[in-house]
C-alpha cells in the first residue's frame, strides 16, 4: 500500500488511459501524468466524514443541492481529480453523470494529508480555480485549521483560518453552519 504520491510521467497519459485501469489503485490525471494516491488514513477519513455528515444533514432538510465524497472521478479539461469532498448546487446537478461528475464543483474540500498537501494546495489548487470551482477548502487535520477560500478574478481570494472557537458558513449554501468543535 502506498504512503507517498507515485508520478507516472513516462508518457502522455490521457482520460482514455486513465478510465482503463482497474487495478484497485486510486489516480488522478494531472498535466498528462498519472499520480497514485495513497489510500487516506483512519484519522483523515474520520474528519472527513465528519465534515459530509454536517453537510448531508443540512441537505437533507435544505435541499439546495448535493455533496460527494471521495473516491468520485471529476474531469476538468483534461484532468481528473479526487478531491475528498464536494458540493454541487442544485441548479448544476447536470454535470453529475453515470461514471463521473463532469464539470467544477462549486465547493471543492480537500483534507491534507502529508504526502499530499502541498500538492493539494498547489497544484489542484490551481486546477480547481481554472476550471471553475468557486469556493476552495483546505483542512489540515494537525493544526485543527480549516482555510477557506473564493475565487477571484485571477487567484484565489483567501478568506481566513478558522480554528476549534469558530463556524464556518459559505455563501454557496445559506443557513449551512459548520461548528469546528464538532469537526476536530
Given at each position: 500500500?502506498?504512503?507517498e504520491l507515485t508520478i507516472f510521467n513516462d508518457r502522455e497519459y490521457t482520460i482514455e488511459d486513465y478510465m482503463k485501469i482497474d487495478d484497485g489503485q486510486r489516480y488522478e490525471l494531472i498535466g498528462g501524468e498519472l499520480i497514485m494516491v495513497p489510500s487516506?488514513?483512519?484519522?483523515?477519513?474520520?474528519?472527513?466524514?465528519?465534515?459530509?455528515?454536517?453537510?448531508?444533514?443540512?441537505?437533507?432538510?435544505?435541499?439546495?443541492?448535493?455533496?460527494?465524497?471521495?473516491?468520485?472521478?471529476?474531469?476538468?479539461?483534461?484532468?481528473?481529480?479526487?478531491?475528498?469532498?464536494?458540493?454541487?448546487?442544485?441548479?448544476?446537478?447536470?454535470?453529475?453523470?453515470?461514471?463521473?461528475?463532469?464539470?467544477?464543483?462549486?465547493?471543492?474540500?480537500?483534507?491534507?494529508?502529508?504526502?499530499?498537501?502541498?500538492?493539494?494546495?498547489?497544484?489542484?489548487?490551481?486546477?480547481?480555480?481554472?476550471?471553475?470551482?468557486?469556493?476552495?477548502?483546505?483542512?489540515?487535520?494537525?493544526?485543527?485549521?480549516?482555510?477557506?477560500?473564493?475565487?477571484?478574478?485571477?487567484?484565489?481570494?483567501?478568506?481566513?483560518?478558522?480554528?476549534?472557537?469558530?463556524?464556518?458558513?459559505?455563501?454557496?449554501?445559506?443557513?449551512?453552519?459548520?461548528?469546528?468543535?464538532?469537526?476536530?
Open positions: 500500500m502506498a504512503t487516506p488514513k483512519p484519522r483523515h477519513q474520520r474528519v472527513s466524514a465528519k465534515i459530509s455528515f454536517q453537510f448531508e444533514s443540512f441537505l437533507r432538510q435544505n435541499p439546495l443541492g448535493e455533496v460527494y465524497y471521495a473516491p468520485i472521478d471529476v474531469v476538468l479539461g483534461d484532468q481528473v481529480v479526487q478531491p475528498d469532498i464536494i458540493f454541487i448546487s442544485d441548479n448544476r446537478l447536470n454535470i453529475v453523470g453515470e461514471l463521473n461528475i463532469q464539470g467544477a464543483p462549486d465547493l471543492v474540500i480537500e483534507v491534507l494529508s502529508p504526502s499530499t498537501a502541498s500538492y493539494d494546495k498547489k497544484k489542484k489548487g490551481q486546477i480547481y480555480l481554472k476550471y471553475g470551482v468557486k469556493e476552495y477548502w483546505t483542512v489540515d487535520i494537525d493544526a485543527k485549521i480549516i482555510d477557506v477560500y473564493k475565487v477571484g478574478e485571477k487567484q484565489w481570494q483567501w478568506l481566513g483560518s478558522y480554528d476549534e472557537e469558530d463556524t464556518i458558513t459559505t455563501q454557496l449554501i445559506p443557513g449551512l453552519e459548520i461548528k469546528l468543535n464538532e469537526i476536530f
